[in-house]
């Protein structure tokens, strides 16, 4: 099984900010890599696909970068919907795993 | 657009099994392959299993014994069975469209309760 460690596990960011989370993986696979958005009492929501492209209505704020063990979700400018938790997960082989979450925090 | 709607009761006793139903609507069951996930209260997303339309599975291997994915391609629905369920597996259980390029369609979730 590919395991994914997310980190940080929690970041505190003001309005504007720019807020990097990785993502890495226990075994090397391509780049069929997956970032998720979760609001509380939501479902998640997909935002990046195959490492890099971004999800049809997703704003370009957000962007995904990486390949082979260590992928990247970067947003460029934090607005205030961003608040949410953010999960990877990758989509490479069976099982299908997910990171342990990060959540984006209001400073 | 599609869209995924989960049934099922809501709480469940210990030791019984958990029945859940995905009817998926706008998209063929035909098409990519259908997942549950699940999200403890408080905890992070953990992938239980997935089905293709032919009836090939793959499950999660913690509960791979546990688990039966069926899909009814004439109803448009695919349904998980969870036997032997404790308090561990109280949840919100969540099914969704997948494929290579993630699961890019999710149903709104349903909770699940274990308890006596």
């Known amino acids: 099984d590919i395991q994914m460690t997310q980190s940080p596990s929690s970041v505190s960011a003001s309005v504007g900010d720019r807020v990097t989370i990785t993502c890495r993986a226990s075994?090397?696979?391509?780049?069929?890599l997956a970032w998720y958005q979760q609001k509380p009492g939501k479902a998640p929501k997909l935002l990046i696909y195959a490492a890099s492209s971004l999800q049809s209505g997703v704003p370009s704020r957000f962007s995904g970068s990486g390949s082979g063990t260590d992928f990247t979700l970067t947003i460029s400018s934090l607005q205030p919907e961003d608040f949410a938790t953010y999960y990877c997960q990758q989509a490479n082989s069976f099982p299908l795993t997910f990171g342990g979450g990060t959540k984006v925090e209001i400073k | 657009q599609v869209q995924l709607q989960e049934s099922g009761p809501g709480l469940v006793k210990p030791s019984e099994t958990l029945s859940l139903t995905c009817t998926v609507s706008g998209d063929s069951i035909r098409s990519y392959y259908w997942s549950w996930i699940r999200q403890p209260p408080g905890k992070g997303l953990e992938w239980i299993g997935n089905i293709y339309y032919s009836g090939s599975t793959n499950e999660t291997p913690s509960l791979k014994s546990r688990v039966t994915i069926s899909v009814d391609t004439s109803k448009n629905q695919f349904s998980l069975r969870l036997n032997s369920v404790t308090a561990a597996d109280t949840a919100v259980y969540y099914c969704?469209?997948?494929?290579?390029?993630?699961?890019?369609?999710w149903g709104q979730g349903t909770t699940v309760t274990v308890s006596s």
């Open positions: 075994q090397a696979f391509g780049n069929w």
């Open positions: 969704a469209r997948g494929s290579v390029y993630g699961m890019d369609a």
